[in-house]
C-alpha cells in the first residue's frame, strides 16, 4: 500500500517559470518530509525538507509546503532552470525499530525546457 | 563528504545464481538501506540494519537476505536470482538520531539485469 504519493509522473515547465511538484501522504504517523533529486545513472541526493510543525521551509529557489489537514505537500522551484530537470521523490520519515525509516513516492519527472 | 560506493554499477546474472551486492559507507553511520527502484513503484525498502548484525525487514523482503558483519559494510543477497529481480538497487546510510533532517546518503546505484 503506497503510504507516499505522487499523482504527476511527469511536468514540463519554461526556464524562469515556477515549478510546482505535489506529493500526498497516508500515514498521520510521518514526522518529517523531504524532497530528493534524482539524475540518471545517481543516487537520489537530498534537496529540501520540512518538520511537521511547520508548514513551509525555504532555501534559495526551493520552497516546501506542508498542510497537515490536507496531508499534502508540495516543492515550488523559482525560477526554474534546465539543470533542475530530473526525477523529483517525495519522501516522509517515521521512527521505526531503531531507524529513521523514510517512504517515498513514485517520483515526478521534471523537465524545464530552455 | 559522505561516501556511499556500491561494488557494481551494472551486472548481469542468470536465473538461479547467487548474487551480492556490496555497500560500503565511509561516514561512520549507524543506519544502512537497501531500496530497488522500478518505474512507476518509486524506491521501495527491502531491508535496514541500524546496528552490526542487526537487521530488519522492509517493505518488499521476500527473494532476499542482508548481512552486517562491519559497521560500514552492508550487503544484500540474492539467493537464486530471479527476472523480477532486475531492478535498480539503491543502498544509502544515515546517522541515527544526528541529522534533524533524517537525510539519508545514496549510492550511485546498481542495475542488475536477471536473464
Known amino acids: 500500500d503506497q503510504q507516499v504519493k505522487q499523482n504527476s509522473p511527469s511536468l514540463s515547465v519554461q526556464e524562469g517559470r515556477i515549478s510546482i511538484l505535489n506529493c500526498d501522504y497516508t500515514n498521520s504517523m510521518f514526522d518529517y518530509f523531504l524532497w530528493y533529486k534524482k539524475y540518471p545513472a545517481e543516487g537520489p541526493t537530498f534537496l529540501i525538507s520540512i518538520s511537521s510543525i511547520k508548514d513551509k521551509n525555504e532555501d534559495g529557489r526551493f520552497t516546501v509546503f506542508l498542510n497537515k489537514s490536507a496531508k499534502h505537500l508540495s516543492l515550488h522551484i523559482v525560477p526554474s532552470q534546465p539543470g533542475d530537470s530530473a526525477v523529483y521523490f517525495c519522501?516522509?520519515?517515521?521512527?521505526?525499530?531503531?531507524?529513521?525509516?523514510?517512504?517515498f513516492g513514485t517520483g515526478t519527472r521534471l523537465t524545464v525546457i530552455p | 563528504d559522505v561516501k556511499v560506493t556500491q561494488s557494481s554499477r551494472y551486472l548481469v546474472k542468470r536465473t538461479g545464481e547467487k548474487v551480492f551486492l556490496e555497500c560500503v559507507q565511509d561516514m561512520d553511520h549507524e543506519n544502512m538501506f537497501w531500496y530497488r527502484q522500478d518505474p512507476g513503484l518509486g524506491l521501495r525498502l527491502i531491508y535496514f540494519s541500524y546496528d552490526v548484525k542487526m537487521k530488519e525487514k522492509g517493505d518488499i523482503p521476500e527473494g532476499y537476505s542482508v548481512s552486517r558483519e562491519k559497521k560500514e559494510r552492508f550487503s544484500l543477497i540474492l539467493e537464486s536470482a530471479s527476472t523480477n529481480q532486475t531492478s535498480m538497487y539503491l543502498c544509502?546510510?544515515?546517522?541515527?538520531?544526528?541529522?534533524?533532517?533524517?537525510?539519508?546518503?545514496f549510492g550511485p546505484g546498481t542495475r542488475l539485469t536477471v536473464l
Open positions: 544509502a546510510s544515515t546517522q541515527v538520531g544526528g541529522s534533524s533532517y533524517n537525510e539519508q546518503f
Open positions: 519522501a516522509a520519515s517515521r521512527y521505526q525499530t531503531g531507524a529513521n525509516n523514510l517512504f
